[in-house]
């Protein structure tokens, strides 16, 4: 039986090319939003999560963040707090999939390379997670996921 | 009808008199005769009589009061309403007598009556006229809106209205536009006319700013200089801080914040040189530079919108200033823009009687003669010429272009479908009715009718054009492209090209362009595409042409790279270093290229390269369906970063960039395999998936990332220090702590925010002064943060919403643009003791934002 992957993108392009390389390996369901995947997971049972990182097509009020606490931050200004819930909102869904404790190993779309303290912050606090960079190749793509699934990421601190 | 309400409709139209015995009748009719004829006592003994009969009969009462208040007896009549009391007619009757003498005493009868008398408005205008007497707007209001709706549609009281409104101007105009709009032939309508003119008159005239502008101080007048030379010298930064020093020590001066305006206009700010446009007018609105620079600033910055109020104030300007031909010129150029063809005829000649050789001269020669240009008359048999199709195809055409012009398009396409079955040939109706059809979503039908077009009348070049646009396959669209070419139609020769460029056929590219520009008019609508095309063209042209001198002349060969490298352009690397203000849009593009080219597209070539060792093409074809639309997205992002170094005076070859040059080879490579071979194509995913990208990335991130330290703070702080307006007071020594901390900005950004953060300090009174340096994470994203803390104990009150709105008095406008330009946060926090800190956070430089 093919894992489960749920992919949380707000496009079609992660479930498209990966059933296309991937797709006799695994099982990808797709979701569109934070709430999709909340409830997604609430409602089926997955193996891990792949999640995109940067959320720009979605309608603002489908974005998970505060708003009006991260406007607060940026001088008041919802345009740029709407860009950074947006650019971040990975996080945001998988912050709100811990909050609601789905505990699954998710792995980022996103290259983290240059920003290993970054990375350090979100492994304490969201683990057992992984990322993949843009340019990983399907095989990447599917030896990450198969470690991922089978739970061979390092689990949380403590 | 009910037996009820049929007793009460007798008795509504029952005469009171049937009340009275006969005699009474009698009696009561002399007294009405008399009291008509003036003899008001005998009246009043005939009306005593009928009361001793009934002294219930209230017309006998009311008829008896009348004539006590006519012979002069007001209290005898009081005293007898108020012993009849809970009468309407009675209570009226009072409230009547009281109104001219005692108003509060008749408001409070009229009140009653509101109560008796449910649903008649006239207590409530009586109520409305007193409770103005009396001063008590809020009472005449409530009573003159009841009495509105009580009388729904009929006329209100004209002078009650009149009265109420220049009672209450504060709800004047709501009530008088009421009135004016529903009664306009109402009797108060002049009056009401007149007041709302002058309620208008006073409006406008509370916007008039008489102005409070303070000269410059003698100590800031080199400032100002200063300010004038890096603004003449382009140099956009030092204008702006040295504009900004100069608005912060000498706020309240015009001149201040309209070279502020003007450097911000520098940096393309247009909202906050808007904002200080304005307080520079606001304080000197009769100075005609105030006001010309706003005007100019309104007309430039809007597109148009808001030319009224630019021309408002390029008008009063040049009333200000009125030998001023560049202004007088500008102002023509806007009123004839805005179809003020005598207001501008007039400027023009105003030009050209001051400075008849001057530079706006010839501009206002053009425009004036175009202005007076008379029409030619067009011969009559031009206007009628021999009809190609029959008269009966002509009339339903003729119906149908009306028609369409009308928006009727189902009739209009009746009509012309009859014209078509009468002329079913005729090339101008079918590429009409084509037209329509590509409107309709039909492209089908609308080639099926070109076609038909083209096989009555072949030359038709914008139809083989059109053809080209609707053609699914290459060769299919080269071929049409061909043929509109051939007839002559310019845009077809750069879409011709375009195709060739994108086979990587560069010879023929640059035929076809060449063709282009031969032939295209200015404005075509490709001319700038084609430009861009040029550009690339002849960049790969200079690289094989290099490569060849390269091989033929191997000892002057590197000199020579080195120095065609040199002149032929900049490199990304170079443009981003030279110009660093456009790291971040530069940053967008380069993530654009590796989200919507690279990433889920090149990166499956290792796959497809397995895919062919095991004979399967698909993988191949699937990717090369894609490569077109690939292919012109990394030309979009390149041909921005292009302009972008442009812009900056720099020119960047894409072809030759380490970064760019070879991601742009790879996609020519690609699009030009027929036979595609494993080996190469993994090499050439080596290039774009791994060099390339990691070019990109680090790119973006080694470029503007500093160290803000305690040294870089102190450096700062001294500046500042002996800045004029501060050396030699007693200034408190500078606390640092904490640091360094790493962040991506540029040095004289970080510099100008750090400086106008400490300055403000100084000048608002601090006694102690302290920068902390630290370092956080964001709770939610892990993004490590960088904090600066500026920590004074000045007096007075900074909060958010103070910075937030560009609170001038401290100055700190241009901390806080900096600080949104690069993507960080400034808040106040309260600190102890009084003592307050202006935080300024930004994300730590540890990686690129791709």
Redesign the interface.
Known sequence: MPARVLIVEDGFEYRDTFSRYAGDQFEFVRTGSGAEALAAVAAEAFDCLFLDMRFDRVQPGELLGDLAETAERFNGDPVRATRFLEENQGVYVLAALREAGCRLPAVFSHDFSGEPRRWSALARKYAPVAWLPDNASPAQVKDCLSQAASGALPPAEG | MSPLLLLLAVAALADPLDALAPAARGIYARAEEQEAAGRFATAGSFYRLVLEQDPRFVPALLGLGRTLEAEGRPEAAEALYRASAGDPDVTEALATLLESGRPAEALVAWRELQVIRLGDAQPWLHAARLCIRLGDLEGAGEAWGTYLRLLQSEEPDGDTLLALTDADPAHAEALLRAYVAGFPDGAAVAGARERLDRIELEAAAALVDLGADTPLPAGLVDLAARVDEALASGRTSEALSLAGQLVARSPSTAESHGRLADALLLTGDWAEAEVQARIARGLAPNEAGTRARLGRLLADGYGGRRNAEALRELAAAVRLRSGDAALRHRFGVLQQAEGGFAEAAEAYRAVLIMEPEGPWAEDCRVRLAAMERQPPEVPVSALTPTLPVSEEAAHRWRLATVLLERGRREEALKELDAALVLAPRHPPLLNLRAGLELESGNPTAAVALWRRSLEAAPDQAEIWFNLAGQATDRDERRAHLGRAAELGYADAHYLLGELAAGLGDWTTARTELAAYFARATPGSPYRQSAEALQTRVEGRRRTVAAVLAAGGVLGLGLPSLWWWRRRSGSTLAQVLAAAPETWHEAARLLAGI??EV???NT??L??VAAALETGDRG?WE?FTARLPELDEKLRAYISALVTLGASRGMRLVPETDPVLGPLVQTFDRLKRIRRPEPDELLTL?RVV??RV?ADI?RTV?EICVIECDEALVRAVYQRVCAEPGLAGDNLPELWVTGGPVTLRLFRPDLEDILANLLRNALTAGARSLAVALSES?DE?????LVEFAVIDDAPGTLT?AM??SRFIGRGLGLA?DL??RH?G???VDAREEGAKAVVV?FQ?A???L?
């Not at chain 2, 939610?780 to 490590?784: A, D, N």
């Open positions: 590796r989200h690279l990433k889920h990166t499956v290792p796959d993988p699937a995913s998936n791994e990208f990335s991130r994470e939610v994203t892990g993004h490590p958010n910075i937030r806080v600080t949104n993507g946060s400034i808040r956070q730590l540890e990686g690129g791709l």
